[in-house]
């Protein structure tokens, strides 16, 4: 990862944290250039090792069980959208007093935070300390005046794709609809130009090529939780398959 792990909040990693930037600079040296990806796999799980070490404030240790930490994001496929600014509109809406959509320019003019989190792959991949920006799905409720009988956000995505979350995960504080990560946007295999962002689940719960943000009464399971993978998606219970 660009940016340097939270080391104030998770101090067990500062050690570990120094020993993978010697270990790059090293291998970065031309005499030791053949072995680079062995450094990097030592680092890697120098890390991996420090995160399960580490508690998250909710008492759980960072590290989910059957997680290994990378330092970016894996591509995991999909059938993306265009991937542009220009044409992207986010619809709000189901159950809501006041159904809204924008476009990429209207919705930079909403209230933006950032947010650092972490993501689980089912696959068994977890990337630590991204810092995310963007609006938080809770929000996009507020604004769009959610009914008290909404107990779900469905994310929808291109090619009619959708990912189904309680409203629990869905407004945690760092739950979001996203458009960087560490200061840089998408690429187009990672979701561009939106996607969304539930790190208290499995990362196929975080649609890429977000097309709308839908709140319902009842639960709709989607694409990959009607193919045999799990409903829920704990990665702390390893919720991975139904």
């Known amino acids: 990862m660009s940016d340097t792990p939270d080391l104030d909040r998770y101090p067990e990693l500062k050690e570990r944290w120094n020993r993978r930037n010697f270990i790059k600079s090293a ?77 990429y320019e209207n919705l930079l003019k909403l209230p933006q935070v950032e947010k650092m989190a972490d993501v689980h792959c089912v696959t068994g991949w977890s990337l630590i300390d991204g810092k995310w920006k963007g609006v938080q799905i809770s929000k996009l409720a507020e604004i769009a005046g959610m009914k008290d009988e909404a107990k779900f956000v469905i994310l929808e995505a291109a090619n009619g794709f959708t990912a189904n979350i309680p409203l629990k995960e869905a407004f945690a504080d760092n739950a979001l609809v996203t458009y960087r990560l560490n200061g840089k946007p998408f690429s187009l295999d990672h979701g561009a130009p939106v996607r969304g962002l539930v790190p208290d689940l499995y990362f196929w719960k975080s649609s890429k090529w977000l097309t709308g943000v839908k709140f319902v009464k009842e639960d709709a399971p989607g694409y990959w939780e009607t193919r045999g993978y799990n409903n829920h998606a704990d990665p702390w219970k390893e919720e991975r398959y139904g």
């Open 27 to 103: 291998a970065a040296g031309t005499a030791l250039f053949a072995l680079g990806s062995a450094f990097v796999r030592l680092a890697t799980d120098d890390m991996t090792r420090a995160a399960r070490a580490a508690t998250r404030p909710d008492g759980r240790s960072r590290l989910p069980p059957g997680q290994r930490v990378l330092e970016f994001l894996r591509p995991m496929g999909g059938e993306p959208g265009d991937g542009t600014t220009e044409t992207f509109k986010l619809k709000v809406h189901g159950a809501v007093k006041k159904p809204f959509e924008v476009d």
